[in-house]
Structures are given as C-alpha cells and as structure tokens.
C-alpha cells in the first residue's frame, strides 16, 4: 500500500507531465473514433493478483467519462497486450481536494487477465496474466473493442440481459448452458434489484430452454407475479407432500417442533412407524404383541420373534403407512400388560401426534397422504411433468 509521505513528490504531475503521457499512448489509439480524453496513470506497485496506479486528476473527476471510479475496468499497456484490471479502491495521497488544481490518487486495481491482439487483427482476452506490469507501465481508459473481448462469451450462444454500465454500446450477455451448469448467487443489499434480477435471468432461460423446469422456493412471494403465464404456484393449500415421504429425523424434527427429541418417544416412534409400514404393506390387522415380539407371549428361547426392521423395512425409508396404524399401534403398546416404555411417555407421543395431525398449518402432509402411495404425483405436481 503507498503510503501520502513516499509517493507525494510522485504525484504532483505537471501539465506538461500529463502531455507527456498522452504523447507516450498515443501510438495506442489505433481507431479514430476512440475517445481522446483518456485518463492516464502508471503503475508504482505490483503484487501479482493486484495493482497500484498513480494518478492525477484535474478539479472535480465527475461525469461519465471519469474512469478513475470503484468497480470500473481499466487497462495497462503492454504493448502488444493490454492488462485488464478492475479498480476496487480509491484515495487521495495527500490531505485536502484542490477544486482548479491537480490531485494526486492512487488506485488499486484487481489484475482480471490480459487482451492479446491476433494476427487478424481482432482481439481476444484471456483469464490470468502472462506478462505482469513493470513499474511505470501505463494505465488509461480500456478500449470499447477490448471491453466487447472482455464480455465476449466466445462462440457460445448468449442471452442479451442489457447493457454494459461502463459502455451503453455493448450489449451485457450471459450463457444460459454456463449459468445452469454452475453454482451461482446474486448478491446486495436491500433495494439494489436482486429479485428483479434473479426474474430476468429466469425469464432469458426459459426462453432459451422451454423444456426447462424450474423451481423457486418464495417465502416472501416475491416471484408469484413475474411470471404468471407460464408457472404454477402451490402453497400451503395446494401442496401435497406426504408425511411418509419423510426420513424418520426429518419426520421427528416435525413431531418435535425442532425442540431437542426425548429419547423414549423418539425410541417408540421408530418402532410404531415400523410396525404401521408393515400393516400397511400386509394389508390386514395384526395383533401389536406379537409384531413387537411382546416378552408377554414369547417365551425366552423364541428366536422366531419377529422385529419391526424386519417387518416394514428401516424408519427411514419413504414406504406408505397410516396414521390410524400409527396410533393403534401406540394404544396397543399402552395396553401390554407387560411395559415396554412407560405409559406416560406413550400418552405424551400420541398427544403430540393428535395435535400434529389436527394443525391445519401442516394440512399438506395429512390431507390426502392416504390417496398418495408413491412419490410420482408429488414430483408431477411440483415439476409439472408429464
């Protein structure tokens, strides 16, 4: 980092410094059209990943054509490549603003990668630097033609999202097969647009893929009306999401209110769910002592006792069971003669099973679980297949 007290004699450019530098980069300026006014600086610190520009600028650095501002890019002269460095921060080396005189500034820029020329003509920019910038390399203005490298997406086919705030005459593109294939998140704070954000690039990949199937979880219902002629919203009231399709943690996170789970009713629901699967998948009623392999009716030596893992498969597995099964199966462990758990850590379960199934907020898991005996429908209604 410099340091005012270093690098102040640096600073104060001249007038004639400045033509200086413009006569320096003028053999850069090889379209007539470019702009003349092309803010100079040179680079007095290299880190590798990053950069250090000194500058100076004349008055208030205002307007649009200041390119000495956070989250602009800017290039380095190499000669045959331009560096492409994108600045992040901005200080004045010296205390106090001269509004007639010059200032000096230093920039630090982030080094994104390089544009090299080919033997065409065109250009082309690449991730990463092959050359780094020696000290007093020169920093100005980047070319529209290397900015359109920059954002070229390289023969892929692209989604138009805009334009470039930098340059309103190069169209801001994105690939929607790159944007699918990856993880990626759209940050801010509140108010900046990321909902309207998130909503275009949806909408740009929907149009690119219309066998797309897409689906946003809204707590906020933020969604529901950027897209109302080709989506399907499902609520609370309209959901269908069986209470059986859930592993036994999940289930009894829900039984449990996200509350820490007791040991004995946890330990007595992973049992009844196993018993009431394989009702279930039996079909027909079956005496509770014996599916539990009850020590009432088994005799010591009773090998043949069957275990409610063997019976209806692991608690955690999305097999169809009942919740009438489940509660016969609770008051017919209430009634063993001989306890297996304590009656009041079995009335305290079906309590919270009754008062779960009776809660209209979870209406979706109970509602029509019964009519539901594979996932297919869910996924359907969900995704919209078929």
Known sequence: ????????????????????FEADVSPDRRDASQSPDRSLGRVVSCSGARATIAATVFGPALGPNNIWAVGRLISINLGESRIVGMVYQMRVMNPGWEESGANAIGIEVELLGEVVDRPDGSCRFQSGISTYP??????????????????????????????????????????????????????????????????????????????????????????????????????????????????????????????????????????????????YRSGAAHDMARDLGSSVLKRPLDLGARRPAEMGGAAGLAVPYRMVDLFAAIDELIGLHEQRYPRTALR???????????????????????SIETIAPVIGQIFRVP
């Open 1 to 20: 980092m410099l340091r005012p007290a270093r690098y102040s004699a640096a600073m104060q450019y001249s007038v004639s410094d400045r033509k200086h």
């Open 134 to 279: 020696p000290l007093g390399a020169l920093a100005h203005r980047i070319r529209s033609r290397d900015l359109a490298a920059v954002h070229d997406l390289g023969g892929q086919e692209g989604a138009e999202i805009g334009t470039l705030s930098q340059d309103g005459a190069i169209p801001a593109t994105v690939s929607v097969e790159r944007l699918l294939s990856r993880h990626f998140a759209v940050l801010g704070t509140t108010g900046v647009g990321k909902s309207s954000a998130v909503a275009l690039l949806l909408r740009k990949a929907v149009a690119a893929k219309p066998n797309l199937r897409v689906l946003i979880l809204d707590p906020h219902n933020e969604y529901a009306h950027a897209f109302p002629e080709n989506s399907v919203r499902i609520d609370a009231q309209t959901l269908d999401l069986p209470f059986w399709t859930f592993r036994f943690d999940e289930f009894a996170d829900i039984v449990f209110r996200g509350r820490p789970l007791v040991e004995e009713e946890a330990e007595i629901l992973r049992e009844v769910i196993a018993v009431a699967r394989s009702r």
């Open 348 to 370: 305290s379960l079906r309590v919270r099973l009754e008062t779960l199934h009776a809660d209209p907020r979870y209406g979706f898991l109970f509602a029509h679980a019964n």
